[in-house]
T-cell receptor
Framework: QKEVEQDPGPLSVPEGAIVSLNCTYS??????FMWYRQYSRKGPELLMY????GNKEDGRFTAQVDKSSKYISLFIRDSQPSDSATYLC????????????FGTGTRLQVTL | DVKVTQSSRYLVKRTGEKVFLECVQD?????MFWYRQDPGLGLRLIYF???????EKGDIPEGYSVSREKKERFSLILESASTNQTSMYLC??????????????FGPGTRLTVL
């Protein structure tokens, strides 16, 4: 069993839809939870990060962490074609010099 | 802007060749990382370095070695390339700190094909 599980998609939604991306994990020691966005032929870039449980909002993006269920989510409101990318969740344990464990990524396509 | 550059975007090598992948960052970051990215497997950590001349094995170090002689440069070496090392290789750098989160900044990747 992988430490971090993520549905690979692809996920296709119309412009303006609300998108929900999710990851589950098995290591209860994870404290930091991140979402990276990766456009085709580019390296990943950090979208959002959350420490421990709770919600964090940044514009159209909301990250949620439920440590009791070992489940994290990224919501995208009013999705745009420019949101089409692969979204990777990543997690780290405090005290490991930022060593990250990644999910496999979900490919999202937002259509006009 | 933080910039992480990788020496090649695309590379084709023969089985048995020694391969060097170079990564340079311009933000004076302590930590540097090498990952490979494969469909269905995501990003897997090969090696990382938290200081000059220091290195730590990641999750899949077999068949690879690294070198960090200068703070800004981190090299990945495939001593004898094999076809199962065909992959996308991503370098990242980040600030130090063992007890807090620090963002990792990624380069554009090198697509390596071993024939």
């Amino acid at each position: 069993q992988k430490e971090v599980e993520q549905d690979p998609g692809p996920l296709s939604v119309p412009e303006g839809a609300i998108v929900s991306l999710n990851c589950t994990y098995s290591n209860s020691a994870f404290q930091y939870f991140m979402w990276y966005r990766q456009y085709s032929r580019k390296g990943p870039e950090l979208l959002m990060y959350t420490y421990s449980s709770g919600n964090k909002e940044d514009g159209r993006f909301t990250a949620q962490v439920d440590k009791s269920s070992k489940y994290i989510s990224l919501f995208i409101r009013d999705s745009q074609p420019s949101d089409s990318a692969t979204y990777l969740c990543a997690m780290s344990v405090t005290g490991t010099a930022s060593k990250l464990t990644f999910g496999t990524g979900t490919r999202l396509q937002v259509t006009l | 802007d933080v910039k992480v550059t990788q020496s090649s975007r695309y590379l084709v090598k023969r089985t048995g060749e020694k391969v060097f992948l170079e990564c340079v960052q311009d933000m004076d970051h302590e930590n540097m990382f090498w990952y490979r990215q494969d469909p269905g497997l995501g990003l897997r950590l090969i090696y990382f370095s938290y200081d000059v001349k220091m290195k730590e094995k990641g999750d899949i170090p077999e068949g690879y070695s690294v070198s960090r002689e200068k703070k800004e440069r981190f090299s990945l070496i495939l001593e004898s390339a094999s076809t199962n090392q065909t992959s996308m290789y991503l370098c990242a750098s980040g600030t130090g700190g063992l007890t807090s989160y620090n963002e990792q900044f990624f380069g554009p990747g090198t697509r390596l094909t071993v024939l």
